[in-house]
């Protein structure tokens, strides 16, 4: 028995190792390995928060970084989150670049005059002198069940604070660019991981990404939203969790011969208008299908200013798709409140369609 | 020395003077042994002056029958958290000794504020075991009323409750009522702003509230080490002109001395008292923690040779008054309210979206209406036959 | 001399009393009376913050509290915001209807967890069993010449939180009015107050309000918008601090022969759909004015619901004079970045306009 | 106890124990009394053990220049308040000794950060006053570069300044280097939930953090017995496992020796330190506030006649350190710096509302391009004669 398993195990090894470039990574897997190769590459790059370090993260998200980098570099702080993130404020203006994990939504809260009054201002009040270069990491929204305050959507909270970038990742490959990204950025990054797509998986080649940083070769993706999905009737603008739902929804429109046009902004602040806008333009309708509540939420602001932009092309009101104005629901009722492809494909159906 | 004159008063009035009153400089009482055996008077950590009455051997079986009670409680949970009827459980195993005083040195009229792992003490304080799991179970955020026993819906937002437990208190004592509240949280929560806020608005405004800590040692997977370096967190209390003490956490008889003699003192108008007791979590921080990445066998090992329950129970059983009936009839008891946590966290439960809009305000606003009448809505059309995609 | 001056005084005093129903009132002045006529009607209303009994507040919106109610009902707290708003939930919780004063604007986001994570979400967690009938007053907004963090414009932060109730009064009676109408709420308000019209003045009968509030006669401005002046060729939408410029914006568009309506809308949730979208439906034009930065905000929900709403009545896009995305300017500077009347005035010019 | 070996270490090669480090039960340290004469050392206040080192009397010269120059800045900026040249100005005005030590305390490697009232401070440490002056002229929000002198830039948001502050000494300590961070809030600030967990951040990861409170017995109208009931804000370090410290405000050479004891202490490794200076604003709040509100005029007289500068003039003039000469020269200096403040506020800002777009982050975003543009046109349409309404 023993060398029938051994044999196999060594065949799949070697499997493995052929094939490495083409084995289904996870979007976590995705985050952990832009940390740790952020953190071969620049020695000013250290990773803090609530369980970062022993544990890896409630998620693991940063499993392993405390054995390869060494408890300076990657280490647990007190439970205190306004402390965690004023401390890597002062970290990145003395010439580091922290990585901090919050450990929920909701729990960013405490820390909130820290990155509104801070974070996102001392490179403005200085005149441009402090630069912050800092990651906020935030794993948000929902579809896991979980209980009260650990399913927010707060996107809107940081997007609407001026000097602070916002960046989500919807899909395996741009968790890794888009954290390589903010890592690298001279300024504060919130970034928000929907934590319901930890677990997704996608065949990417993550050295190739990596290699596409160290050469510099890569396009930037901050700032550029991306066509998930091709089409030429309507627009479907997502971020984040709701870039599934979106993409699932187009494919069920096009089974009733519809072709809709999936757009994933990928980062929030910036804003792509560019290609938004010559999408809507192009199709003439649009829904925006977020899962935070709707009221002055980020969708809204998609809805004006898509409205601004492309007016006259349009063919009906845009319209959303978003969270009611509730506060998340309790595990059992959340499908109720998320997006879904029904309640996408209801709303395609209102855009005052000729036919 | 800038403690109001009333509490300095009401302090003295135990014979204990101001200085020594505040600065936890002794270790922690203990009361009962951990092999089961009453500590002799003069060996139960005590500086002198301090008086820690001993509850009645009545008071003692009924505690011990809660304990029975309480540590079933968390093992059915977490037996029905691996059978998929409740989402997650925080377990107070271990820690039952602690669950069981707090309840019990509260008067009807007074108040607990808890956290997620304080199941066992809601439940003892008389709150209904199904409703107290709603939240667990996942069929909305809190599953009882907080007005009908007292007692705070638990929180997890660490630490925030203190701060809530300060206002109750607050608003009782400029009505001139005489409750006193019982804050809790755990040794990670000190650690956060609201905890310094907390305790500081309670001082100056000298209000009775007793924080209770219990330091199982680990906030998920940071150590206490790594969560402070303060000789103890008793010691905290120091810096709001505030007494702290330290307690066993799994010594119920100590652990009714020390918060009764608190919530006695409060009450009588010392101002706020900080209790620390140290226990500590013998399960995983809740089912979906995986504790052997942080801490090894031994150390839990040391920890169950301390349990709460073996300990009372040598005692009970040395004075007699645990006889074999008695003891069977506890297990009845304890079996009885695993049985209704089990029927009740069995049903299915009857959940209406159409309430996900009827609690954000006391009246629905106009655009709430107009989501309900969305969902309605597409929940009838879903149920249309034939609808289509 | 002496003689003259005296006479004069005791004139000036028979006419105060006389007339006193007609006598210009502050905005402050309105809020102060809210307060003190509430705390004499019931006597679970207690006030508390940082600086407001000895000193009667910074801006002296408390003046007088403490005086008159002694200082169990009127009290100075120590110097912790989320102190006082968790303070304040329990107080609500256990029988009393707390009014708390956050000194600036800026200075309520360490209390954004309480706010955010326990106020706004106290009724819903606990199945509408803890009612929580308290006010946090926020003074906001530019135009004084602050400095940084004096000055922010936080509404959306509050008004994206599902919850909380948002009240923003423009005018002296409103201010007497809503004030009170946030201290006998059974939910939770967060009561924006915009400094820069602490001193300005209106003649308001006080006694008259107040009299309406006793007899319960006066309607509710809870989730009523007004008409703050009627026009039929484009509506002005705005609220609280950028009331003033949008009025001033439609006299001088009148000189030029436009009639612009201008509403406000006094609370923002509630929001009135209903009184927005009959003006913009009569209108088919419309711009939103609002202070705060523009991204994600409060207009940026007005203008998503004004195209949802009234989209084929529209004829040009809903345009938004709001604040650039920066933090808001230093005091020099700040007169660049404020709603002004030229800035709104082009922008009604754009509405494409077949003249 | 579980301060950290290495700092137990440092502690005892000053030969102190480390119970006897921690708890500041002693009371003020004094050492030159308020009529100007040395006290006997055995009269300072200390506890047997610890060791003040007295500066020199160089040192002591060229702290009183300090003083005489920042006593200038505080009245200078006040009248061009009343002036209009500065919007508004929070003087430290009787505080100066305060201001002085804080900033002659530090290495030209280490870190200070302050409040709106460091103003003097701030100057002491180098930074140019026009420059120091930018946030409350209204120019900017601040006016310094804090890389320069290594200043952070003055906060309003109360204590937050203090978690940035243990960042940079996280960050220095990472790298080996031996930077000391002097972190400063007033006694109404450390109320705040950002007090409480900026201290244990440095005392967890033992950081050479020197917490330097100036308890001017307010927080604008709030009175310290309102802000507390501790026996002294220094007690408030016994719950981070810190050494906290008393020291009489408006002595000047206690504080350099208290304070630098403190940066000796913390970069030996001792980790961090509270220090609590007991002093008195003497002034309002700002030029908006009316201190008649709220405090007596005994209350200030009895104060004023602790003044910082009389008590250091008197003790040099009678050590025939400062002659006539001398004093005049330093006037000298003072209005040296007063002209400059003049001069510099005098003059009109250049001041580019396209600024207002550059620095929101490294590289405006497309959406602030935008808007930049539209105020340049919008602008540019100002401008053109004729523009019609
Ligand atoms: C404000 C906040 N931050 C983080 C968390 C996530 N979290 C939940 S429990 C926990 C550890 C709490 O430790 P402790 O206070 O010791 O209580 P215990 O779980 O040991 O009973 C953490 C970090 C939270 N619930 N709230
Ligand atoms: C977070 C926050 N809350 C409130 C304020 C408003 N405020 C400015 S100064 C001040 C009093 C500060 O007192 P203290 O810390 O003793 O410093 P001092 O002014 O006496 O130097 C207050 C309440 C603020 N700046 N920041
Ligand atoms: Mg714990
Ligand atoms: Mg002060």
Redesign the pocket.
């Known amino acids: 028995m023993s060398t029938v398993a051994e044999a196999a195990a060594a065949r799949a090894a070697a499997d493995a190792e052929k094939n490495d470039s083409l084995q289904p990574v996870t979007f976590a897997k995705a985050l952990t390995t832009a940390m740790a190769d952020a953190m071969r590459e620049d020695d000013t790059v250290v990773v803090f928060g609530?369980?970062v370090a022993k544990l890896g993260g409630?998620f693991r998200i940063t499993d392993g970084l405390m054995a390869e980098f060494g408890e300076k570099r990657c280490f647990d702080t007190p439970?205190a989150?306004s402390g965690i993130v004023g401390m890597a404020l002062g970290m990145a203006m003395n010439g580091l670049r922290p990585i901090v994990e919050m450990?929920?939504d909701?729990?960013a809260?405490?820390a909130f005059e820290q990155i509104a009054s801070h974070v996102a201002k001392m490179h403005n009040r200085t005149r441009g002198r402090v630069r912050l270069p800092m990651v906020i990491r935030v794993p948000y929204a929902g579809g896991i069940g979980g209980v009260e305050?650990h399913c927010d959507s707060s996107e809107a909270y940081y997007a609407h604070t001026p000097g602070l970038k916002v960046f989500t990742p919807a899909t395996v490959s741009d968790a890794y660019r888009l954290l390589r990204e903010a890592i690298a950025s001279d300024d504060p990054v919130v970034f928000m991981e929907p934590k319901k797509l930890y677990w997704s998986k996608d065949a990417v080649d993550l050295a190739a990404l990596r290699a596409g940083f160290q050469g510099g070769a890569l396009d930037r993706a901050e700032g550029k939203a991306v066509v998930a999905r091709p089409g030429t009737d309507a627009t479907l603008i997502a971020y984040g969790p709701a870039v599934p739902p979106a993409l699932a929804a187009a494919e069920a429109a096009a089974e009733e011969g519809r072709s809709v046009e999936v757009i994933d902004l990928r980062t929030i602040v910036p804003f792509d208008d560019e290609t938004v806008a010559a999408s809507v333009r192009k199709t003439g309708r649009a829904v925006v299908v977020a899962e935070a509540q709707s009221f002055a939420s980020v969708a809204s602001e998609i809805v004006a200013r898509v409205q601004e932009r492309c007016f006259h092309s349009l063919a009906a009101p845009v319209r959303r798709v978003a969270g009611f104005d509730i506060p998340f629901p309790p595990p059992k009722l959340e499908h109720w409140y998320l997006p879904s492809v029904d309640r996408i494909l209801d709303a395609l159906d209102t855009l005052q369609w000729e036919d | 020395m800038t403690i109001p004159a009333e509490a300095q008063e009401a302090i003295s009035r135990f014979g204990i003077s101001i200085e020594d009153y505040m600065l936890p400089v002794h270790g922690q009482i203990q009361i009962l042994s951990e092999d089961g055996t009453m500590r002799p008077e003069d060996q139960r950590g005590s500086s002198p002056g301090h008086q820690y009455p001993v509850p009645s051997d009545d008071e003692l079986l009924e505690a011990y029958r809660r304990l029975v009670v309480g540590r079933r409680v968390n093992d059915q949970n977490s037996a029905l958290v691996r059978q998929g009827r409740l989402a997650v459980y925080?377990s107070s195993h271990g820690q039952e000794a602690c669950q069981v005083a707090a309840a019990l040195c509260l008067r009807e009229g007074d108040w607990m504020f808890p956290?997620?792992?304080d199941a066992v003490a809601v439940m003892t304080r008389g709150v209904d075991p199904v409703e107290a799991m709603t939240l667990f179970r996942g069929d909305w955020h809190g599953g009882y009323d907080p007005h009908e026993r007292k007692v705070g819906i638990q929180s997890?937002?660490?630490?925030?409750q203190l701060l809530h437990a300060v206002g109750v208190a607050h608003a009782a004592k400029l009505r001139g009522e005489d409750t006193v509240v019982l804050a809790m949280?755990?040794?990670?929560?000190?650690s956060?702003g609201d905890f310094h806020e907390a305790l500081n608005f309670a001082a100056v405004f000298h209000l009775p509230v007793v924080f209770f800590v219990?330091?199982?040692q680990?906030?998920?997977s940071?150590p206490l080490a790594h969560?402070t370096v303060a000789p103890s967190l008793a010691h905290k209390a120091v810096g709001y002109g505030m007494a702290g003490e330290r307690v066993d956490g799994n010594d119920i008889v100590a652990l009714l001395a020390v918060l009764g003699r608190a919530v006695t003192l409060a009450r009588a108008g010392s101002g706020p008292l900080l209790v620390e007791a140290n226990t500590y979590?013998m399960q995983a921080?809740t089912n979906a923690d995986d504790a052997t990445r942080y801490r090894n066998e031994a150390e839990v090992k040391a920890w169950a040779a301390k349990d709460p329950l073996n300990r009372m129970r040598s005692y009970l059983r040395s004075t007699g008054a645990l006889t074999d009936d008695v003891e069977s009839a506890f297990a009845g008891d304890a079996e009885d309210v695993a049985q209704r946590l089990r029927d009740g966290l069995s049903a299915e439960p009857n959940l209406d979206p159409q309430e996900l809009f009827l609690h954000v305000f006391a009246e629905p606003t106009p655009q709430l209406r107009e989501q309900a009448a969305f969902l309605a809505d597409e929940l009838a059309r879903d149920e249309q036959p034939g609808k289509e995609l």
């Open positions: 609530e369980d409630v439970l989150e450990q929920f909701a729990f809260y405490p305050h | 925080p956290t997620y792992r997890t937002p660490l630490t925030t949280c755990g040794d990670g929560a000190t956060e219990q330091n199982n680990y906030a998920i940071v969560q979590r921080h």
